[in-house]
């Protein structure tokens, strides 16, 4: 695992951009996996920028979000599918229907969820995964205690999360669903470049686990150190608590750069 400390959410943002922008360059129809919350709205939009001065095209490209709620209406502003159209999806030049989410409002959610993993399957998989991390070390919406192999589910959102995304919702916590799909840990262990970003302290307790706790359940993100190429992008406040600090900034400034991320 890979851990890059940056100045700000800009820097993050430029560098995932410039791994974005080379996958589409080397494969112009590249599947890719959007990450929803405020984590990744740096990257979108340098995406957005670099779209409109024609560095990057998205005309060729798919997409997969990582989750949706279960139950929000089609046109709640909050619903996950509504929320990556306005970030990114509808400001470049994805085709209709190249960027799909699991179906939230599905009538048998569990049929949905399988058909959501077949869909990625038959795209051929994702090439690189944009992800954030809850607070509880949640990545998508796989709460502490999913397997670590799990699949595309119907998940119960915890108490945490639900305070934590109510920012959402008029702060309103009884107005976040309880209910969500999540692809699952396995689903995204198989994405072939997995990129984490994390700002602000109160991802540190989180990240520090992510990068050097114990690979468990109890903190699902640290599925992702057996993963073969993951890269993971912070800010100084939330790679506060990490104890080998000093090693990755070393390391980071001693890669060649023809490696990138
Ligand atoms: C949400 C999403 C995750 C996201 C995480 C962090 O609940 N389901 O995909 O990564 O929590 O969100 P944020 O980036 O807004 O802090």
Request: with cysteine.
């Amino acid at each position: 695992m890979e851990v890059v400390i940056t100045d700000s959410e800009e820097e993050i943002g430029v560098l995932v951009a410039d791994a974005v922008e080379q996958l589409l360059t080397d494969r112009p129809d590249a599947v890719l996996g959007l990450a929803t919350g405020s984590s990744p709205v740096a990257i979108y939009d340098e995406l957005v920028r670099r779209y409109e001065v024609g560095r990057v095209s998205f005309a060729r490209a798919r997409g997969f979000l990582l989750d949706e709620y279960v139950g929000l209406p089609a046109d709640h502003p909050e619903r996950y599918r509504t929320v990556i159209d306005r970030e990114i999806v509808g400001r470049v030049d994805f085709p209709p229907g190249a960027v799909q989410g699991p179906d939230g409002l599905a009538e048998d959610p569990q049929a949905a969820a399988v058909a959501y993993e077949q869909a990625i399957h038959d795209a051929g998989g994702i090439d690189l995964q944009i992800l954030g991390i809850g607070s509880n070390g949640h990545i998508a919406f796989n709460e502490p205690g999913s397997s670590l192999a799990s699949r595309t589910r119907v998940v119960a959102l915890t108490r945490q999360t639900r305070e934590d995304n109510a920012r959402f919702f008029d702060g309103d916590v009884d107005a976040v669903p309880r209910l969500c799909l999540s692809q699952g840990l396995g689903t995204i262990m198989e994405a072939r470049h997995l990129i984490l970003v994390a700002t602000g302290e109160a991802k540190a307790q989180a990240v520090q686990q992510l990068v050097e706790g114990p690979v468990s359940a109890s903190w699902p993100a640290t599925v992702m150190q057996h993963h073969p190429h993951a890269t993971v992008l912070l800010d100084e406040a939330a790679a506060a608590r990490l104890e080998r600090l000093d090693y990755y900034r070393e390391a980071y400034a001693v890669k060649p750069r023809w490696q990138r991320l």
